[in-house]
């Protein structure tokens, strides 16, 4: 918990600017397709002190872990910056396609269709304490297939961040074994 201290130290309290970056996060209507309404974080993630505020909202009370996985694609931008700020490493999962060298790979359903996530060959080692981060939490089906992933490679998966988490789709009901720390509920 030494690393995860100092970078809680570093990071401060930052309520004020974390109301400021509730109030950054833009609705999309149909999209991706009609029906689905889209969260964009992407103005948080241009503003310095809302995006600094949602990385100590999305730390504080992790815990202690050796390695983040980033679900693509905001995941990784959030997953970097969670592991930048706590010194420890970061692996993004990816979408078919994207990675050269596969190690897993997982079919799961989203809450308008279904995805794949792969991890790259020799990223995540067996006992490692691993992080799962996300921009949202929807239905979970994302975060599971990540966490089952991490498992595959003989990883512990130790807990789940994210920055908003959507509570009438009902992910947090499917995450009963994963410590959950979110930002932000809509």
Known sequence: MVRLAAALTRLGELSGDLERARGLIREVPDFP????????????????EAFRAV???MVRQVPEFDLVLGVEARGFLLGAAVAYACGTGVVGVRKPGKLPVVAHRVDYTLEYGTATLELPEDTVRPGQR??????????GGTVLAASELARRAGAQVVGVSVALELSALGGRERLTDLPLQVVFTA
Do not use: N
């Open 33 to 48: 397709e009609p029906g689905v309404l889209f969260r964009d974080i992407s103005p948080v993630l241009a503003d310095p």
């Open 130 to 139: 691993v992080l799962v981060v996300d921009d949202v939490l929807a239905t």
């Open 55 to 57: 990385v100590y909202g």
